[in-house]
């Protein structure tokens, strides 16, 4: 196991060298090639500022308020992407930040509001200073004035942790720029970039019309960089160790590791960290393998796809052969459906929830996607009438491009990849009435609780 | 289809926009721009193809001007 060398840190990323000719730093891989949860395997809890700054040592901030295009080219050399649902490269979206006039704001995304996912809540937990190296990192790169992180109201632990750490780590002095710690309301569309910006300027927690995109006018009118925390913490390894070394791990067109949370029908549930590319067999391996023969597996989250065992466990986790199977990454989700239990009213009870998180700014979330929850219940409880097949995948084809955000967009996938997945399971339903399976214990974790009817958006 | 429509002339610079938050589903673009726009069943706008064909273009901004909520617009599109 390679050990961190906190003496041969910051060497080149200040500096204006091309990116090719950086070496490769031997970088903190811990046991399973862990990276970002290198901490927990040394000592099982979470990391603090001291124990960091021995493994890490501080990140290399570099010089000045410009944007730094140094870092900017490492981060894209990296390929990089967001790890926070959309895999967007994050080098290009920090240079077209860094190239707006004005200084800039940097939004620290630690919402996690998908409900099947906890790798960014174990994250904050195990390495609050990697993620807040990585804030300032970002913050630096793009030429930002303002560093806000957002964490949601349904964890006040986590928001009290994270508030020492911003404390501990002004006392040392090691932040150019505080950090603004918020708690937001938790709904599932709270967590989109522009609900954290109307939310930080003042609004409520909805999504926004598009354009203008944050990256043009976001908190303040500024150009504002929104990225998820676990994005945050491989940038800050980036920019101590190099894209070459981030390189090290994943494969070319998938580099790098990533947070995944799997749950459902496997012996250990939890969150792991993977190279890019590893098949999903693998990682549900990780996670003790199945503890029950498998139907399907739901990889993406609750906005993801159902994609039959035998062929979800073949396909490498990475977002091109996600997309040729018709998946996604998602935030890293996977939820293992046993034999058994029933894929119709899994994906009802999924659909209910995301209609009553809707912002209902909408039309497809007002009417649209109530009236396919609606739908789905009625198939899953076997009680079809003559039309509802036809009318479901009508109005399953209608919601996606149709809202302000991509709520309507990601229900609808959920909808009709169940309805792919689950045929044998839709005639069944139609012909006979409900399953077996359909009255069993549930497998996805949907949560019950007040949604943003009742506990509102600011 | 109607003889004003043609997909051969799609090329043309400009794109049909709507602010989805905006809209609430009055329906006139649909009246004013067939060709583009349709109605779902709750009466919100459907458009296949955003893209505008030359000869309808005056059609469209006729459209976008008479929108009570301001929610459609015409876009240029980028080369």
Redesign the interface.
């Known amino acids: 196991m390679n050990q961190p060398h906190p003496d041969t840190l910051p060497a080149a990323l200040t500096r204006a060298v091309p990116v090719s000719t950086l070496p490769v730093h031997a970088g903190p891989d811990g046991p399973y090639g862990s990276r970002l949860l290198h901490g927990w395997f040394a000592t099982g809890g979470p990391a603090g500022l001291a124990e960091h700054l021995g493994r890490y040592g501080q990140a290399p901030l570099p010089d000045g308020k410009r944007p730094s295009m140094p870092l900017i080219h490492a981060v894209e050399e990296a390929g990089l992407t967001g790890r926070g649902g959309a895999a967007f490269p994050t080098g290009r979206k920090l240079r077209s930040v860094a190239e707006r006039r004005g200084p800039a704001v940097v939004v620290v995304n630690g919402m996690e509001s998908e409900p099947a996912s906890q790798k960014d809540e174990s994250l904050l937990h195990l390495a609050p200073h990697l993620v807040l190296d990585g804030s300032a990192l970002a913050a630096a790169a793009v030429g930002a004035a303002a560093v806000h992180l957002c964490l949601p109201r349904s964890r006040a632990d986590q928001v009290r942790a994270l508030l020492a750490a911003v404390e501990e780590r002004g006392r040392a002095g090691i932040d150019r720029l505080p950090v603004q710690v918020h708690v937001l309301p938790h709904h599932y569309v709270s967590s989109e970039e522009t609900s954290l910006v109307r939310w930080l300027n003042g609004g409520e927690a909805r999504?926004?019309?598009t354009p203008p995109r944050p990256f043009e006018k976001g908190v303040d009118g500024r150009p504002t960089l929104v990225d998820n925390v676990e994005t945050l913490a491989h940038l800050a390894l980036i920019a101590r160790y190099g894209p070459a070394w981030f390189r090290s791990a994943g494969r070319p067109d998938a580099p790098g590791t990533t947070l995944v949370t799997v749950s459902g029908a496997v012996r250990s549930p939890g969150v792991h960290e993977i190279p890019l590319g590893t098949p999903v067999g693998a990682v549900l391996e990780l996670s003790g393998g199945p503890s029950w023969p498998l139907a399907a597996v739901l990889v993406g989250g609750f906005f993801g796809s159902w994609l039959p065992a035998d062929q979800a466990v073949r396909v490498p986790f990475s977002k091109a052969e996600l997309a040729a199977a018709g998946a996604g990454p998602g935030a890293g989700v996977l939820v293992a459906l046993p034999h058994g239990a029933c894929g119709l009213t899994e994906t009802a009870r999924v659909l209910d929830y995301l209609a009553a998180q809707s912002a209902r700014?909408?039309?497809?979330c007002?009417?649209?996607l109530p009236a396919v929850a609606e739908d789905f219940r009625l198939l899953a409880g076997g009680r079809p009438d003559g039309g509802l097949m036809d009318r479901l995948r009508r109005r399953v084809g209608?919601l996606p491009g149709?809202?302000?955000c991509r709520h309507p967009d990601g229900a609808s996938r959920l909808a009709a990849t169940a309805l792919a997945t689950f045929a044998d399971d839709v005639r069944h339903h139609e012909r006979l009435g409900p399953c077996p399976g359909a009255t069993g214990r549930p497998v996805i974790p949907v949560p019950g609780g007040p949604g943003p009817e009742q506990e509102g958006w600011r | 289809m109607t003889p004003r429509s043609s997909r051969t002339s799609r090329t043309a610079g400009h794109l049909l926009g709507i602010d989805r938050v905006a809209c609430d589903g009055r329906g006139l673009c649909a009246e004013l721009l067939p060709e583009l726009v349709e109605l779902d069943e709750w009466g919100y706008p459907v458009i296949h193809d955003a893209r505008v064909p030359a000869e309808l273009l005056t059609h469209a901004r006729r459209a976008v001007a008479a929108c009570p909520v301001l929610a459609l617009r015409l876009d240029r599109a980028r080369a």
């Open positions: 999504p926004m019309a700014q909408c039309g497809p007002r009417f649209g209608l149709r809202g302000a």
